[in-house]
């Protein structure tokens, strides 16, 4: 059984390099959030990372609407290559009142998380991209320097529909807490699952507290499948 956990996001930012060294070589995985209003995802993923030198790193997630496929292709590559083989890379649709809120809400989530995920695959794997899609527009964009692991890029998703879309582009599936467990086997049967990651039911969560016998408690769910993921069910909405 795999060991996760996930940094509180009301936990202040500077407790972060210290809750993560306590991790390093207990627990498998440590999971950020990027919750409108509390802290990015990136800054908290390298930041763990930095201070670490075995532990894992997920982000549960970014949303799509806030960020350019370029950029984040770019800030995911970055991270890649200064510690291969340790991070994955949640995508999701975004809770869609607070991209309303500023001003980042689009007419078809859908089609703007497919063609991220999609293009974000592709600079990752060092591809030149080209697109004129619904909501994505990139002419001829290329990463100087591709990852040579690029990370598993992982679709943030609750709906059928957007389990499937998740099965078609993206390499894994994160799961929110109080989702209906029996729910992907139906609807998201082509959902892969990225190599040496925790598998639907096999995680433990946990949320940071103070000193390491607090840090990880026992949960019900996973963070790739089932309840108990990394983030409230708005994130994967719709």
């Known amino acids: 059984m795999r ?3 996930m940094y509180d996001r009301d936990l202040p930012p500077e407790g972060l390099v210290a809750f993560a060294g306590e991790l390093d070589g207990v627990v498998d995985d440590l999971w ?3 919750d409108l209003g509390w802290t990015g995802a990136i800054s908290s993923a390298a930041t763990a990372l930095a201070a670490t030198s075995r532990l894992r790193v997920g982000i549960g997630i970014t949303p799509a609407p806030l960020r350019n496929p370029a950029l984040l292709a770019m800030e995911l ?3 890649a290559r200064l510690h291969p083989g340790r991070l994955a890379a949640g995508i999701g649709h975004g809770v869609q ?3 309303r809120q500023v001003g980042a809400a689009v007419s078809s989530p859908l089609a703007l998380l497919e063609e991220t995920i999609t293009s974000v695959r592709a600079l990752l794997r060092g591809e030149t991209v080209s697109l004129d899609g619904r909501h994505v527009r990139l002419d001829g964009i290329r990463l100087v320097h591709p990852p040579a692991e ?3 890029v992982l679709a943030g998703v609750m709906s059928p529909r957007s389990l499937a879309l998740s099965g078609r582009v993206a390499q894994g599936t994160i799961i929110p807490e109080g989702f209906d467990p029996t729910r992907p086997g139906r609807a998201g049967r082509a959902s892969a699952w990225p190599r040496g990651w925790p598998r639907r039911g096999s995680a433990t969560v946990g949320f940071a507290r103070r000193g390491r ?3 990880v408690r026992r949960s019900s769910g996973a963070l790739y499948g089932g309840p108990g993921g990394p983030w409230c069910p708005g994130h994967a909405s719709p």
């Open 97 to 99: 009142d607070w991209m």
């Open 32 to 34: 950020v959030v990027e």
């Open 150 to 152: 690029p990370p598993p």
């Open 3 to 5: 060991l996760g956990v």
């Open 213 to 215: 016998r607090d840090v």
């Open 77 to 79: 590559a970055n991270l």
